[in-house]
């Protein structure tokens, strides 16, 4: 067990440009959750998987955000058509249980 | 809806005890969680009320009152090493999987 990892830990895109983040969880971990997270700010949910199914997205900002976990294990996270606004860092974690979560290192992005 | 207040910062001694305030309102809840984040570093759990009363783990007790919709953490034994920021987090009983909403955090500078 090495932890939940995050790549790329940096991505830096001009706006416009499509994104995508990649989350390995804790491996017996059901269950896996994005945030996104600005300065001196808490972790602000995203969008939720138990195992493969997307069970909470209400967090995601708008149609341009969407996230997949087709096995129940990686996830990825997807931004379409990026916006300054995006800038952020995005944090991928796991748990199985609902309150104790793992957090990743995340993945700083910054648009252009 | 659902929020959270806690004080934005925190200054106390080394070897010192400090507690960190947190009230929330919510439509419904299940319990609250505390986790540190260091500058630079991903989010750690620390604790967790699901029940009123105190939960201690080493140095570090929390404390839920549901009739008052209140919370705390205190740290005893103050160590340099505690200068971080502290989240509470709520999960409301309507957050399928167990969504967690994070409050703005607490800054704590331990001094020598």
């Known amino acids: 067990d090495t932890g939940v990892s995050q790549n790329p830990r940096h991505k830096i895109t001009k706006r416009g440009q499509n994104v995508t983040f990649r989350c390995d969880p804790i491996s017996e971990h059901n269950r896996l959750y994005w945030y996104r997270q600005t300065l001196g700010q808490g972790p602000e949910f995203l969008t939720y998987?138990?195992?493969?199914?997307?069970?909470?997205k209400s967090g995601l900002p708008n149609d341009r955000f969407s996230a997949e976990r087709p096995e129940g294990s990686i996830s990825t996270l997807t931004i379409q058509r990026t916006e300054q606004r995006d800038s952020a860092m995005y944090r991928c974690?796991?748990?199985?249980?609902?309150?104790?979560?793992?957090f990743g290192p995340g993945t700083r992005l910054t648009v252009t | 809806g659902q929020s959270l207040e806690q004080p934005s910062e925190v200054t106390a001694v080394e070897g010192a005890i400090v507690q960190i305030n947190c009230t929330y309102q919510?439509?419904?809840?299940?319990?609250l969680s505390w986790y540190q984040q260091h500058d630079g570093g991903a989010p750690t759990f620390l604790s967790y009320?699901?029940?009123?009363g105190l939960e201690e783990t080493g140095r570090f007790s929390s404390f839920l009152s549901r009739s008052d919709s209140y919370g705390y953490l205190l740290l005893q034994e103050l160590q340099m090493k505690d200068s971080a920021s502290y989240f509470c987090a709520v999960r409301g009983i309507y957050n399928q999987g167990g969504k967690l909403i994070f409050g703005q955090g607490t800054e704590l500078s331990v001094k020598p």
């Open positions: 009320n699901g029940l009123d």
């Open positions: 998987f138990n195992y493969e199914a997307q069970q909470d």
């Open positions: 974690a796991s748990s199985s249980s609902a309150y104790e979560q793992y």
């Open positions: 919510t439509s419904g809840f299940y319990g």
